[in-house]
Structure formats: structure tokens, C-alpha cells
């Protein structure tokens, strides 16, 4: 099966920083990866799905790219309401395996 | 607007059963297929299996198999995850997610927590 590697597990920054949060898949998967927030005791929120396109609703600081083995979620300044823990998945077919998760904290 | 609601919170003793249900509404409940998704206490998002609404088709975590039944009920747009042999370990919140095809979940159930306990 293909493993989902997310880096770092937990990141502490400014107001205004820019965050680069990892996932690294053991095999190619093409763009067939999608990041979830997911805010303390809520549901898990779609944020961007296929590697790069941002759900409708979700503000344009948040960005993902990559594709094949590499991929990236960016929030490019970084605001309070940000602080969530956020998880990338391969989506294309099962097992639709998760990342261990990115804890975001203000500084 | 689509919905999908789950069954209340359940607490168990080690080595019983537990059946959770995700009752969908507001979209046609056989186009989607439909994952379980569990986090433990402090801990990240398990991916748990898939069903498919309209064959029925599944695919279950290599970690769960045997342990795990996921099914569906077309005449009530509900489907179903039940888990045995339960253990403290599977002490958890449990959601459901709807799936389309080649796409990420894009809706989620509220979530049920099941704790085992003796």
C-alpha cells in the first residue's frame, strides 16, 4: 500500500508567516491528493483537492501543489483563525491513506 | 441541502460489537461511494474502508480486516460500519464521509464516539 509521509507534525509561527506544510507518497499518485483542516472538536474541512485547486469558499491564502510523489499546502500569512491541524490524502482509490497530520499554533 | 447524520455515542465493553449508521439526505445516495474515517483521542485522521452506494463493492483497511462490515441501505440512504472483537484501542470518534469518484471527501457526518470500556 502507499504511505502518506507529513512534515513537520506540529509547526509554531508568526501572524503574517508564511507555512509550507509536506506530503511525501511512497509511490506516484499522480495529482490525486487532497488536504483537510480540521479545527479542535470539529470536522475535518476540505480544503484543496487534485494537488492545486482550492474548494470553493476556502480563502485564497491557502495554496497546494505538487504532483507524482511530492506535494505542498502553503498558507502564504499565516491568520489566527488558522490555527487547525491539517492532513493530506491520496484520493485517487482505496486504501485512501492519510498523512499523520500538521498541528499549526500561533507563535 | 445534503446531509449526512450518524448515530448517537456508544460505550462498550471489550471484545462486543458496535453498528454506527450515517443516515445521507439531499443527493442521490447511490451515485457516491462512502468512507469511515476514525480518530483516536489526541490523534490523526484513520482511514477505516470504502462502500460503494450502488454495488455495494468494498475495500477495508488492511488493519481492520476481519474485524470490520461496511454496508449500505438503499431504501434509506443510510449506510453502516459496524466493528467486533472491539478493543480499548478502537476507542474513538467514528465518521463517515461521502466519496465521488476520484475526488476527496467532500462532506462528513458529525461523528459518533464509541468508547470501550470495562
Known amino acids: 500500500d502507499i504511505q502518506m509521509t507529513q512534515s513537520p507534525s506540529s509547526l509554531s509561527a508568526s501572524v503574517g508567516d508564511r507555512v509550507t506544510i509536506t506530503c511525501r507518497a511512497s509511490q506516484g499518485i499522480g495529482d490525486y491528493v487532497a488536504w483537510y483542516q480540521q479545527k479542535a472538536g470539529k470536522v475535518p474541512k476540505l480544503l484543496i483537492s487534485a494537488a492545486s485547486t482550492l474548494q470553493s469558499g476556502v480563502p485564497s491564502r491557502f495554496s497546494g501543489s505538487g504532483s507524482g510523489t511530492d506535494f505542498t499546502l502553503t498558507i502564504s500569512s499565516l491568520q489566527p483563525e488558522d490555527v487547525a491541524s491539517y492532513y493530506c490524502?491520496?484520493?485517487?482509490?482505496?486504501?485512501?491513506?492519510f498523512g499523520g497530520g500538521t498541528r499549526v499554533e500561533i507563535k | 441541502q445534503v446531509q449526512l447524520v450518524q448515530s448517537g455515542a456508544e460505550v462498550k465493553k471489550p471484545g462486543a460489537s458496535v453498528k454506527v449508521s450515517c443516515k445521507a439526505s439531499g443527493f442521490t445516495f447511490t451515485s457516491y461511494g462512502f468512507s469511515w474515517v476514525r480518530q483516536a483521542p489526541g490523534q490523526g485522521l484513520e482511514w477505516m474502508g470504502w462502500?460503494?452506494?450502488?454495488?455495494?463493492?468494498?475495500h477495508y483497511a488492511q488493519i481492520l480486516q476481519g474485524r470490520v462490515t461496511m454496508t449500505t441501505d438503499t431504501s434509506t440512504s443510510t449506510a453502516y460500519m459496524e466493528l467486533r472483537s472491539l478493543r480499548s484501542d478502537d476507542t474513538a470518534v467514528y465518521f463517515c464521509a461521502r466519496k465521488p469518484t476520484s475526488r476527496p471527501f467532500d462532506y462528513w457526518g458529525q461523528g459518533t464516539l464509541v468508547t470501550v470500556s470495562s
Open positions: 462502500i460503494s452506494a450502488n454495488n455495494g463493492n468494498t
Open positions: 490524502q491520496k484520493c485517487d482509490n482505496a486504501p485512501l491513506t
